[in-house]
């Protein structure tokens, strides 16, 4: 018997919007994650993380149309808005939460972006205080050259995406941190630490969806792009990671699950996570998973907006 699809679907913020300090942060309504697991539950069968296992490794099938839901970043919405769900449809969700702010309480630069662009008025003030900064640090031709290579994507505006690329990817990581913090200070707040205590989860909170049955996987450490980075910076990132699921409960040592960081990898990626008993793994490109043994570690998934529903 052949297996019928399967779909991983990748989830972010999730969150009641109109109860939010940043309503304009690009996040799922609440009320719209609730219909969308009535929809999966009527006509999909949930696997979890055990389950999809069991499909690769050819010991079960799926005589339907599957899904596995996952939810990266680690974000407090997945234990106020996501995790109750879950438990009482009795659906087990897969989360990949970053370990530097679990383990170290930092604020990621990727969501030090998010939320300046959700604060910030209008995007070109935020590439026009960015390009100061590259100037500063760089010189003005250097910025020019910067801004033109970014490139455009099909979802933001120009701006927007020029400031992600290069503060998520272009520039050099100690200066897209520092420019980062710069202008998360200046339009979203002072105060960092009180700012990640409201956005992750913590330690404890992990330990109970753990417990509760939620399997909690590897989103790396910092959010960087593993394929850019050097060797050892990512085994460190793997490593650090896979410390954070043995503190959390997760037990690594009977094998991990990876969502690569922006779907970003490389053969180095993939020998480590082998290496280090990674049983399966995530991108973000879109379409159906395939789960040939072989594919493991490359594993589609679909973003919650573009599965069709």
Not at 160 to 166: M, P, S, Y
Not at 252 to 277: C, F, R, V
């Amino acid at each position: 018997m052949t297996n019928s699809p399967v779909n991983i679907i990748m989830y972010h913020y999730v969150r009641p919007l109109s109860l939010s300090r940043y309503p304009d942060i690009k996040a799922l309504e609440y009320q719209e994650f609730q219909r969308q697991i009535n929809y999966f539950c009527k006509n999909f069968e949930i696997l979890g993380m055990k389950d999809l296992l069991a499909v690769i490794d050819g010991s079960t099938t799926c005589e339907r149309q599957a899904v596995v839901l996952t939810f990266d970043d680690g974000f407090i919405d997945h234990f106020h808005s996501v995790f109750p769900v879950l438990h009482d449809f009795g659906i087990q969700g897969c989360f990949y939460p970053p370990s530097l702010p679990v383990l170290d309480k930092k604020l990621l630069d990727v969501h030090r972006i998010h939320f300046i662009l959700a604060a910030a008025k209008n995007h070109e003030d935020v590439l026009q205080r960015l390009q100061l900064h590259i100037n500063d640090h760089l010189g003005s031709s250097h910025a020019r050259a910067s801004l033109e290579a970014a490139g455009s994507g099909k979802r933001d505006s120009p701006e927007t995406v020029t400031i992600k690329r290069l503060l998520q990817r272009d520039l050099p990581r100690a200066l897209r941190t520092a420019i980062c913090e710069n202008l998360f200070r200046e339009f979203v707040s002072i105060d960092e630490k009180a700012f990640v205590e409201e956005l992750y989860m913590n330690e404890s909170q992990m330990r109970l969806m753990t417990a509760n049955g939620m399997h909690i996987g590897s989103h790396a450490d910092s959010h960087e792009f593993l394929g850019k980075l050097a060797p050892k910076d990512q085994e460190h990132e793997l490593h650090r990671s896979i410390e954070m699921l043995e503190i959390v409960g997760a037990d690594p040592s009977h094998g991990w699950s990876l969502a690569y960081p922006y779907g970003d990898y490389n053969q180095t990626t993939l020998d480590l996570a082998t290496s280090l008993g990674c049983q399966a793994a995530f991108t973000d490109q879109a379409g159906a998973a395939d789960v040939s043994p072989g594919e493991r570690l490359e594993i589609a998934r679909f973003d919650t907006n573009d599965f069709p529903q």
